[in-house]
């Protein structure tokens, strides 16, 4: 559905909503002023244009988006590509690259293909993400340890030896500061209450300004290298646009699209999760395109949803896009009245700040899961990674979904060849499609309280997402979800992630989730994957038969000692297009 959340939230909207709205959106911009000035200036640009994405695309993210919470504006994740096209197409092909990429997102967002954006493999995803993290991380060695060199290479090689070339010329003072604001991030957030409304990168920000303006500390500020901010917004400007510009431009344009789409969706995905509530993605992606299309003309950079400040919004009991568009609102205000205070603001504490983001980004728990699962999701993962790191995001994402999809044609054509036919000679389910409109499960009972789902085929990145959706669509909460795997020949990480999902949702919702046959490579994924544990070698049986006298052991219901052929209690409708008995 092609309609903003904002029009459908106002239709029962109250005073009371309002307030907390409101309330969010205050702390929400105060909290996205030193994010934004920090991802222009890592960037390779002004932090007015920082400030300026996070106002304008900030606003139309949030009046135009299909969620309810998301929050927009600059982001760590493009903090590398843009430091990339700027330094070899500058700021205006930056600006045309942007625009590109909006349209893009619209054209997909009208396409519908808001869905498709869940077919990108988990490990390309992860691969370039952490990728990024690396990056960011050794960009902001420079303003980190105060050296007094030049603007810091894109190139990773050119990068180290720079910094070997200029290490002798440490800044102590602008170093102190810059340990002394990360332990005041990391451990500000351990405070109860407050450390979770206000967070420690604002805190070390005001600290290391009225430190670094009370002594006098001869170290790097925002005044000293840019100047003050005075004019935040541009006047429009349209730069001129040629087929030859776009040619050369495509490719950048279409990584920006791209990875503005996953961030958007991704950010929207975990603020469901949060509220209990579901995102219109097809409208998220046109209005993240939007967003991107106007930014750029007033003198904006990429954006896209920011899962922090959609977190931060939440937890400050925001619920309706309102919040988002007060942050815009608050933000544009501090800057015009307060804009001058920020050309305090030290450098070493914006390269701390921007640090701690990139470790709280480089997913390296995930990246350590996933070196654990199958050989091809390593390699695909990999891949990303080292050429984020090496090359760029651009070449990192076209290859790593290439790899991805070679060797997924790969797998899916060594299990065809293998015979998965044999355990079916000893089960005599019935399962004739076209003699019986009803599935049952053979002439078992299925006790009541207990929900049978059954997946047919492999369970990999492109059918995971299937599963996912069909649990949800569960309307009554069982006592026992059964999940059988009999025809899941293979299973990959991302498979592993949807089924660690529904095991942590059912914990949380006390249903007993027990896997019924499941074949020898899945059951080694999930050993590897820790998953198997959690469940229990109890709750993972070889047959229905086992599977359902264990669903009556845990109802204390008496075991079934023979096939009872007088019916049965559950019916369900199969879908066909998932292979999924729901």
Known sequence: MLKPKLFTTLKDYSKEQFYADVSAGLIVGVVALPLAIAFGIASGVTPERGLITAIIAGFLISALGGSRVQIGGPTAAFVI???????????????????????????????????????IPHPVIVGFTSGIAITIFLSQIKDFLGLNMGNVPSNFIDKFVAYEKHITGVNWYAAVISVA??????FWKKIPAIGRKIPGSLIALILATVAVSFF??????IGSKFGELTAIIHAPSIPL???????????????IAILAGIEALLSAVVSDGMIGGRHRSNMELVATGIANIFAPIFGGIPATGAIARTATNIKNGGRTPVAGITHAIVLLLIVVFFGKLAGLIPL????????????????????????????????????????TVVFDLTVAIEIGMITAVFLFIRRMSLVSNVNVITNELNDDLADDYEKKDKYDIGSRIVPEGVEVY????????????????????IQKKPKILVIRLRNVP?????????????????????????????APQPLVALDKA?????????????????????????????????????????????????????
């Open 530 to 582: 820790g998953l198997r544990k959690k469940v229990g070698d109890n709750n993972i049986l070889k047959n229905i038969d086992e599977t359902l006298n264990r669903a009556r052991e845990i109802l204390n219901l008496p075991k079934l000692k023979r096939k009872i052929e007088i019916g049965v209690t559950e019916v369900r409708a199969v879908n066909r297009g998932t292979g999924l008995a729901h």
């Open 241 to 255: 646009i040629d087929f030859e510009t776009i040619r050369n431009l495509i490719g950048p344009a279409t990584a």
């Open 454 to 473: 059954e997946i047919n085929g492999p369970l990999f990145f492109g059918a995971a997402y299937k599963f996912e959706e069909a649990i949800k669509q």
């Open 81 to 119: 590509i843009v430091y990339g096209i700027v330094q070899k197409y500058g700021v205006e092909g930056l600006t045309i690259a942007t625009i590109m990429a909006g349209v893009i997102l619209v054209i997909m967002g009208l396409a519908k293909f808001g869905s498709a954006i869940k077919f």
């Open 181 to 186: 604001c990360v332990h005041i991030i990391v």
């Open 490 to 518: 293979a299973i990959d990480s991302t498979g592993i992630r949807v089924l660690e999902q529904v095991y942590d949702d059912s914990v949380k919702k006390g249903i007993q989730l027990i896997l019924s046959g499941v």
């Open 216 to 221: 006098n500390l001869p170290v790097e500020t």
């Open 348 to 387: 070493a504490c914006l390269s701390a700040i921007l640090m701690v983001v990139a470790y709280n980004m480089s997913e390296w728990r995930t990246f350590k899961a996933i070196l654990k699962s199958p050989a091809s999701d390593i390699i695909v993962l990999m891949t990303t990674f080292f050429l």
